[in-house]
T-cell receptor, first 113, second 114 residues
Framework: NAGVTQTPKFQVLKTGQSMTLQCAQDMNHNSMYWYRQDPGMGLRLIYYSASEGTTDKGEVPNGYNVSRLNKREFSLRLESAAPSQTSVYFC????????????FGQGTRLTVV | AQSVTQLDSQVPVFEEAPVELRCNYSSSVSVYLFWYVQYPNQGLQLLLKYLSGSTLVKGINGFEAEFNKSQTSFHLRKPSVHISDTAEYFCAVSSKGGSEKLVFGKGTKLTVNP
């Protein structure tokens, strides 16, 4: 049981390049989330998907797009990377209902130069 | 919309001393409350959660937290800390019966010194 798997673990991009961060969960969870973590800022919600086929903006959605490809997968795309998007990105999933525990991936460390 | 305030960004303590990490929340509806821990270079894992019922909840590694509705607080406590408790701790909130958006505070870095 792998839980939540994020790829890649590390990435360096040049300003203006695009990339997609992948996230997959094998726990049959309904909700999935993308956060970014910056020093002193905690985890800020970028986008979330409460169920397959739906996505909603979080606190800091600008510069990002998401796709809930199916129940398992939730990808985050940077169309034109900027240095301000240098961060550690975490994907998480929650089953939903009374099952409220969030399970996190190991993170993707992204540097934009 | 929910929000979470963690009042201390850093808390240094000596080993075997008690510790309290403070968390206040804001929400217009009933909430679920959580504490997560992040060890260096790792993801987050759940310490404990409050869903309903008893306001004192116990979690892993000897931690406990008390939900205080009138104070809108959910402070985390441990009576005697170990070096291995050095980590960053995050308080989080989600609304009951809502969109299940999970919102985190900015974190408290606990450093346990020998």
């Amino acid at each position: 049981n792998a839980g939540v798997t994020q790829t890649p673990k590390f990435q360096v991009l040049k300003t203006g390049q695009s990339m997609t961060l992948q996230c997959a969960q094998d726990m049959n969870h309904n909700s999935m989330y993308w956060y970014r973590q910056d020093p002193g800022m905690g985890l800020r919600l970028i986008y979330y998907s409460a169920s397959e086929g739906t996505t909603d903006k979080g606190e800091v959605p600008n510069g990002y797009n998401v796709s809930r490809l199916n129940k398992r997968e939730f990808s985050l795309r940077l169309e034109s990377a900027a240095p301000s998007q240098t961060s550690v990105y975490f994907c998480a999933s929650i089953r939903g209902g009374r099952e409220t525990e969030a399970f996190f991936g190991q993170g993707t460390r992204l540097t934009v130069v | 919309a929910q929000s979470v305030t963690q009042l201390d960004s850093q808390v240094p303590v000596f080993e075997e001393a008690p510790v309290e990490l403070r968390c206040n929340y804001s929400s217009s509806v009933s909430v679920y409350l959580f504490w997560y821990v992040q060890y260096p270079n790792q993801g987050l894992q759940l310490l404990l959660k409050y869903l309903s019922g008893s306001t004192l909840v116990k979690g892993i590694n000897g931690f406990e937290a008390e939900f205080n509705k009138s104070q809108t607080s959910f402070h985390l406590r441990k009576p005697s800390v170990h070096i291995s408790d050095t980590a960053e701790y995050f308080c989080a909130v989600s609304s009951k019966g809502g969109s299940e958006k999970l919102v985190f505070g900015k974190g408290t870095k606990l450093t346990v010194n020998p």
